[in-house]
């Protein structure tokens, strides 16, 4: 993969646990993550690796509300290997801006991070 590639590949994955197609497992999930993935939700709730898999768990019985459509990505290379993406996620009641970070690895992508800030009106 060049690096020309890396903006397409990891936009296709956003919003992050939304894109069924990687995977819903709980193996796919820990496969997906850093073992000290963290995530700042949109309320300003820190949650760790454990308790996002549990949630999603259970948020993978039901079918997803809508198509999460995101826009405006911004991708930077932070190091070797790590990236951060950004972007904008348009949910039915509200607009947040999205930032994951993201490692490659040779077995694949895996999320170190992930904030979700609702953006004013």
Known sequence: MSKQDIPAELSAREPIFHRRAFGTSREALLAMTEPDFLEI??????YDRATVIDLLEERYKELEPHDWPCHDFALREL???????????????????????????????????????VMAP
């Open 41 to 46: 939700g949109a309320s300003g709730r820190i």
């Open 79 to 117: 190091g070797a290997g790590l990236f951060q993406l950004n972007y904008v996620l348009e949910e039915p009641d509200r607009l947040t801006r999205r930032t994951t970070l993201w490692r490659r690895h040779p077995e694949g992508w895996r999320i170190v991070f992930h904030q979700g800030t």
